[in-house]
């Protein structure tokens, strides 16, 4: 089975997704946020099974672009 994987520098870490299963995990690097990720995913499949297959045809991955004037910060409320 073949799953998207996306993969984003934190902080300290990075983090790998995959979108397909909604499972996350991290690592120092790359290397290890995939293994990690791998290995998290074998668990999710362990436990809620195998999903439906998957086409490249049922996903839509695209970017959008948000302007800094539109952005709104929040008011913290206490």
């Known amino acids: 089975m073949k799953l998207t994987v996306i993969i984003k520098k934190g902080e300290k870490q990075y983090v790998a997704l995959c979108p397909e299963l909604d499972v996350v995990s991290q690592g120092y690097s790359v290397e290890e946020a995939l293994a990690n990720l791998k290995e998290a995913i074998e668990l999710h499949i ?10 490249d045809e049922d996903l839509i991955i695209t970017t959008i672009n948000i302007s800094d004037a539109n ?3 929040s008011e913290i409320v206490r």
């Open 71 to 73: 952005a709104k910060t």
């Open 46 to 55: 362990d436990v809620m099974g195998l999903p439906e297959e998957i086409s």
